[in-house]
């Protein structure tokens, strides 16, 4: 009995001692005495979902294969392909005056409220067009940009589709969104926005690289908890082991970003689309116009092959010079220079407009909502980017209905 108390004392006496000695070793070689929490330190800040995560916005948004991103996920929205209407554009309603609206967050908004349904019929009756129900089907989505709404428009047609008019909101995102991402990432103006954060800006090799850096992100969360364990983490010895752990971990993890970051600084077709590449600002925004000019003058020609009406409208903005007396409200909170998207609409939309000529020559139905607001006073704004309040909504509404009207084709007459 004696002898088992004596080489237990003997044991106690040797942790006691090699605790100490670890306890040393810390605090020579860390600067500060050992503690379980600082384990959790020891992990870098670099960490990949800041490099490639899909962005804030994409979050509650499906991929689709042919528009790049669909609407919000809300509930049974399968039937409506994943857009934001409640119908299924594919369903035939011979009695009912089809419309297809696209564009982006502008276009969307027009599309949820601004009473599209109501406006539409009451000026097809006055304008003695039609008497039939009017339905409109908003595949307009926040972030799309051409060609997404020809994808969108040649899409349902190809499933057997039939709309009376077509109606393409857009300006804004064709403008900005090319600018902002090349810039940012060398990612190709007809590319969706910020692809190369939603597909991750990887290849199949970062991937597998980012599996191997979350598994051993993981691995280290779980030594950083064993070691708060009550009796484990108040020892030295424990916590010298662990932290050679994490360390290896940590400088395995190092290395696997430096040969991440070398792929993604190179060529990637999934993720920035075909390599293409501007001199100048000048060029960037041209070529951008370009692209917008081209799908819109496609999808006119497009919907007559199909009998269908079409009308292309540029949508306002606040940073088009003279397009509006600015309230005191828009100038001082919806109307920064800082704001982010500020200085690539200023610059941009003068491209927009100046193809205006292009796309009416192809016979195209034009309208340039940009002056929409001259004479209007009051706020119309609501955010520094582009979108509208209640009173911009249902002035824009108001015209989009007016234009359509005005350029509906007299075939429209024999089909009452």
């Known amino acids: ?76 929205n399968e039937q409506s392909h994943g857009f934001t209407s409640k119908s299924d554009p594919l369903v035939a309603e011979p009695a009912v005056f089809s419309i297809l609206l696209t564009g982006g967050s502008v276009a969307q908004q027009i599309g949820r409220f601004g009473n599209l349904e109501t406006r539409f019929r009451a000026a097809l009756k006055t304008a003695g067009h039609t008497n039939r129900k009017v339905k409109v089907f908003n595949a307009a989505t926040g972030g799309y940009k051409q060609p997404q709404q020809l994808q969108v428009l040649s899409y349902f047609l190809a499933l ?14 064709e403008i900005v969104l090319p600018a902002l991402n090349y810039q940012r990432s060398g990612q190709h103006p007809a590319f969706p926005r910020q692809w190369s954060n939603v597909v991750g800006e990887v290849s199949l090799d970062r991937r597998l690289l980012d599996g191997e850096i979350t598994y051993l992100r993981q691995e280290q969360a779980k030594w950083i908890t064993i070691a708060k364990e009550p009796v484990i983490g108040w020892s030295a010895i424990a916590g010298y082991f662990l932290r050679n752990q994490i360390l290896e971990d940590e400088e395995r993890i190092q290395e696997l970003f430096e040969t991440s970051f070398k792929i993604a600084s190179g060529y990637s077709l999934e993720a920035k689309g075909p390599p293409i590449a501007f001199e100048t600002d000048t060029q ?14 496609t999808m006119h020609r497009l919907a007559r092959s199909f009998d269908i009406d079409y009308v292309h409208i540029l949508q306002p903005n606040q940073y088009v010079e003279g397009s509006k007396p600015w309230s005191r409200k828009e100038r001082e909170r919806f109307r920064s220079a800082a704001a982010i998207y500020a200085p690539y609409a200023t610059v941009g939309y003068p491209a927009l407009i100046k193809r205006q000529t292009d796309i009416t020559a192809a016979g195209v139905p034009f309208g340039d909502a ?14 520094a980017c582009c979108h509208l309040n209640k009173l911009g909504i249902a002035t824009l509404a108001d015209y989009v209905v007016q234009l359509s009207i005005g350029h509906l084709s007299k075939a429209e007459n024999a089909r009452q």
């Open 1 to 76: 009995m004696k002898k088992l108390i004596f080489w237990s004392l003997l044991i106690l006496l040797d942790l006691v001692a090699l605790e100490a000695a670890f306890r040393g070793y810390f605090y020579l070689t860390v600067g500060k005495s050992y503690a379980a929490e600082d384990l959790a330190d020891i992990p870098s800040a670099t960490m990949l979902l800041n490099q490639n995560e899909r962005p804030k916005w994409m979050k509650n948004y499906l991929l689709h294969p042919y528009f790049g991103y669909v609407a919000p996920k809300i509930e049974n």
């Open 160 to 173: 057997g589709g039939r709309f009376d008019l077509v109606i393409n909101l857009d300006g804004f995102n």
């Open 284 to 297: 960037l925004y041209d070529y951008s116009a370009d692209l917008w000019a081209r799908s819109s003058i």
């Open 370 to 383: 940009t002056t929409l607001f001259q004479s209007e006073k009051r706020t119309v704004y609501r955010d």
